[in-house]
């Protein structure tokens, strides 16, 4: 049996929140879910959610969609379905709201669940793994999983320490020495500290381990009353007495400094990610080989440059500190800082510097674009300029509180 | 008075139901399959419902979250020949869960006991 392959894992069943509207991301947001947002140039941010499953051996995965999951549920189809095996009971799927009666929306992250409760009737795991699709981070969930087991846990909660002068922005998960939940608190003043660690307090990364039975039963008991239907909220407080409940510390697999765990949630946090990413030492490293990160895979031509007439008013196309991904064309343009996503192309003379180029753009002759996000298939004109005088841009664009531009799908420019 | 729907398609039961709960002291409608059930809900605003499983028309289940749906607080008492439906998951959405016995004291307790609850909370 490989290592990838662990009995326990044979009990779990992952569900994937993906139902995220993102509304502080809009307008990256405004024809798809947060979870399918461009990230790293060839990735979604569901992918990394998606690959710590694949690298942890978890092959039966639900995601739950709702809002504009077109194009999530296409990249989950055709990006995921064919590396899981339907005979060796591996799946991976995308489950719309069912819309039983009521049309409407999901009502919190728990009413996602407990509107599918038929799914775990069908599938009857053990153990259910709650994740959301809205995170970027490594972790091994298999690890997890075994340290719920061996506690005897009812659930168990994720957790990340943070220092206790940064946990307010946060829902913070007070414990006792054994690491039993005593109580949470939602964007606390004053968040607890750890015992016996003054400095640091642990916040819920919104992954938990449940077993099966309870998270039905403390489901079905919060569908009957008038909460917000909210698993950080209503679902695990409900446990909180049982005294089963455990928090599990993160253990991160980026191998930084610092933790890694980030909730992309407003344009300015999405752009300095993406920096990050073209940073010499990254704190997200996309390249360890020992936890890949995948996503569609594309038949797409390698990158190229084009043109290196080094001299004064030559074209030279050329790329610096900048992610480049399959299909695009540098020809006599110049790139630095930035991420390029497929097929993009920056044209002669132009001068693409901080910035995330989705799918497509296509950078005309002389176009300056500077801090700014640029969403599949713009069309920058030749000679236009983005991201050097604030008071034009903010006449036609987004532009966000750190000062980034950002152009939507469709913008069509003169 | 609280008034109770029992939804129930053997003709004996229904009237067994009605007599025996009427007799405590509730108002009773029936309804004798699951979408006239349904649809009595929105209609008759019922304290409590009491419901088979197997049911024309529509599973008792579904009718259940159909229900609940709409009321999520409406109590809900499955009363079922067969014990087996306890280990749905659909199931654990109903406030109790009776198996159908020769009387009905356990069913006749288990209505109490909620709607004292329901009276209380």
Not at chain 1, 51 to 75: A, D, F, M, P, W
Not at chain 1, 119 to 128: A, E, G, S
Not at chain 1, 261 to 289: K, Q
């Amino acid at each position: 049996m490989s290592e990838g392959r662990r009995p326990v894992l044979d009990d779990v069943v992952a569900i994937v929140m993906a139902g995220g509207q993102g509304e502080r991301l809009y307008p990256l947001t405004r024809d798809r879910g947060k979870p399918a947002v461009p990230f790293g140039g060839i990735y979604r941010v569901i992918d990394f959610t998606l690959s710590n499953c694949l690298n942890s051996g978890l092959r039966r995965i639900h995601v739950l969609t709702q809002y504009k999951s077109g194009s999530l549920e296409r990249h989950v189809r055709i990006g995921w379905g064919p590396i899981f095996h339907h005979e060796l009971d591996e799946w991976i799927q995308c489950v719309p709201p069912q819309l039983r009666v009521e049309q409407r929306w999901y009502q919190g992250t728990a009413d996602a669940v407990y509107q599918n409760v038929y799914l775990l009737d069908q599938d009857r795991p053990r153990l259910v793994l709650v994740l959301s699709g809205d995170h970027v981070y490594k972790m091994d969930y298999a690890k997890m999983i075994e340290a719920h087991e061996t506690s005897g846990a009812l659930a168990t909660v994720a957790a990340i320490e943070v220092p206790v002068g940064e946990a307010s922005a946060f829902g913070v998960i007070a414990v006792d020495e054994q690491s039993r939940i005593t109580a949470f608190q939602e964007k606390p003043k004053s968040p607890a500290p750890i015992p016996g660690r003054p400095e640091t307090a642990l916040v819920n990364m919104g992954v938990y381990v449940f077993e099966t039975q309870a998270l039905v039963r403390a489901l079905s008991a919060d569908a009957k009353r008038e909460t917000r239907h909210d698993f950080g909220h209503d679902i695990l407080p409900s446990l909180v007495d049982s005294g089963r409940l455990h928090a599990y510390p993160f253990h991160d697999l980026n191998n930084k400094a610092r933790p890694y765990w980030r909730d992309i949630g407003t344009l300015d946090s999405y752009f300095e990610a993406s920096m990050d990413l073209v940073a010499v030492e990254p704190e997200f490293n996309l390249y360890d080989r020992g936890w890949p990160i995948r996503t569609m895979a594309r038949p797409l031509p390698p990158a190229k440059t084009v043109f290196a007439q080094e001299e004064p008013g030559g074209r030279l196309g050329i790329v610096l500190d900048s992610i480049v991904s399959p299909g695009v064309i540098v020809s006599g343009g110049r790139v630095e800082r930035s991420i390029l996503g497929p097929e993009v192309r920056v044209n002669s003379y132009a001068k693409v510097t901080e910035s995330v180029l989705m799918d497509g753009v296509d950078i005309g002759r002389h176009a300056k674009v500077h801090r700014a996000i640029v969403d599949k298939g713009v069309r920058i004109p030749q000679s236009f300029v983005v991201g050097e005088n604030e008071e034009d841009d903010r006449k036609r664009f987004t532009v966000t509180p750190g000062g980034v531009v950002v152009i939507p799908r469709g913008t069509l420019l003169d | 008075m609280a008034k109770i729907l029992v939804i129930e398609d053997e003709k004996n039961l229904r009237l067994l139901y009605k007599q025996d709960l009427e007799r405590d002291g509730y108002v009773v409608v029936t309804a004798a399959d699951a979408p006239e059930g349904v649809r009595l809900v929105e209609i008759e605003h019922p304290d409590l419902v009491v419901m088979d499983i197997r049911l024309p028309g529509m599973d008792g289940l579904e009718a259940m979250g159909r229900v609940l749906d709409r009321h999520p607080r409406l109590p809900v008492v499955l009363n079922s020949a067969y014990s087996s439906y306890q280990d749905s998951f659909m199931s654990w959405a109903a406030d109790a869960y009776v198996v159908k016995s020769a009387d009905t004291d356990e069913l006749r307790s288990r209505v109490r006991d909620l709607l004292d609850a329901r009276a209380a909370g």
